[in-house]
């Protein structure tokens, strides 16, 4: 059973800055593309950010310049990092990961997700 384990949410106030961690553990062969998605109250969950193995990225419009995705693949923790952080970036953060199991497959799997709370 594969897990994927998110910290690092909290309180902060606009112009603030975040680090969210979200670790996998389990049986597995590896993880392909790692990503952060977010919803908030009312809306759709949508994809913030997202990453490959080789490190390509993906940042949904409204975060470029402010959010930065990175992974450790040795440790299988990918992290966002979260400057400037406004009042709309306040939602529910979840982390997923497409893990490589045995017999080639693929399966996607989503962490318990994280409260990100930004006061103006």
């Known amino acids: 059973q594969v897990q994927l384990v998110e910290s690092g949410g909290g309180l902060v106030q606009a112009g603030g800055s975040l680090r969210l961690s979200c670790a996998a553990s389990?049986?597995?062969?590896?993880?392909?593309?790692m990503g952060w998605y977010r919803q908030a109250p009312g809306k759709l969950r949508e994809a913030v950010a997202t990453?490959?193995?080789?490190?390509?990225?993906y940042y949904l419009d409204s975060v470029k310049g402010r959010f930065t995705i990175s992974r450790d693949n040795a440790k299988n923790t990918v992290y966002l990092q979260m400057n400037s952080l406004k009042p709309e970036d306040t939602a529910v953060y979840y982390c997923?990961?497409?893990?490589?199991?045995?017999?080639?497959?693929?399966?996607?799997?989503w962490g318990q997700g994280t409260q990100v709370t930004v006061s103006s």
């Open positions: 389990g049986r597995m062969f590896g993880i392909n593309a």
């Open positions: 997923n990961g497409d893990v490589r199991g045995g017999s080639y497959s693929l399966s996607r799997y």
């Open positions: 990453i490959t193995t080789e490190g390509s990225t």
